[in-house]
């Protein structure tokens, strides 16, 4: 198995922090709301009224509201990349570790709305913590890449350009805007992106190693 399985993400704003039963209840709830709502717009007060606790309470998960913010999105990424990594060290077929890996967590973030997909491009903070682990994500895949390289069960091809353009088609093919117009599910868009995908990396038929079919 790679090595960079056993990497952390170059982030985790918990900094190894424990929060108790209710805390952990809260930032649930917070990560629900922000994902269904967006965030820019809510207040700590309404947030406070929704969440039916103190000020001093959501104060004592981060300091500010932009920084809560950042909190529970750093932990919505630092496990979705835990699933991801998990699904891929399911298979020993390259090709199935990469869509594993990949299609994780798309489709994870492509449940979340437009509203919370516009919040997060306007937030300079938010903004960076998402590339941030997009950057360590395509490292990963890149691995993943390379390793089906040396196994020779894909063409040789530069493995960090091949995950760059994945996940490119990825981000792109899981906007809301863009299922709207072409009228698929998240899931869909996905299999059908990898699909275009795996004719480029495979080696022989790529139809055939067609991942999930």
């Not at 982030?11 to 820019?40: C, M, N, P, T, W």
């Not at 997060?120 to 993943?144: D, I």
């Not at 996905?190 to 480029?200: C, K, R, S, T, Y």
Request: aromatic share 8%; with cysteine; hydrophobic share 40%.
């Amino acid at each position: 198995m790679v090595s960079t399985f056993h990497q952390p993400p170059p982030i985790d704003l918990s900094q190894g922090r424990s929060f108790s039963k209710r805390q952990e209840a809260l930032l649930v709830d917070l990560e629900e709301i922000f994902l269904r709502e967006g965030f820019r717009a809510l207040t700590i007060q309404q947030l406070v009224g929704r969440l039916h606790c103190s000020r001093s309470t959501l104060y004592d998960l981060a300091p500010s509201k932009d920084e809560l913010v950042l909190l529970v999105l750093d932990r919505l990424l630092q496990r979705i990349g835990r699933q991801a990594i998990a699904r891929a060290h399911q298979h020993d077929d390259p090709l199935l570790r990469v869509h594993s890996y990949m299609s994780t967590a798309s489709v994870a973030l492509s449940s979340g709305s437009q509203a919370f997909s516009v919040d997060v491009a306007a937030h300079p903070g938010a903004s960076r913590l998402f590339q941030q682990h997009y950057r360590f994500a395509t490292s990963v895949c890149a691995r993943l890449i390379q390793d089906g390289i040396d196994q020779g069960v894909f063409r040789d091809m530069d493995a960090r350009l091949a995950a760059e353009v994945l996940y490119a088609g990825l981000d792109r093919i899981t906007d809301p805007d863009v299922l709207r117009l072409t009228e698929h599910t998240g899931s869909e868009a996905i299999q059908q992106v990898f699909d275009l995908f795996v004719f480029g990396l495979s080696k022989g038929d790529g139809r055939r190693r067609s991942a999930g079919r």
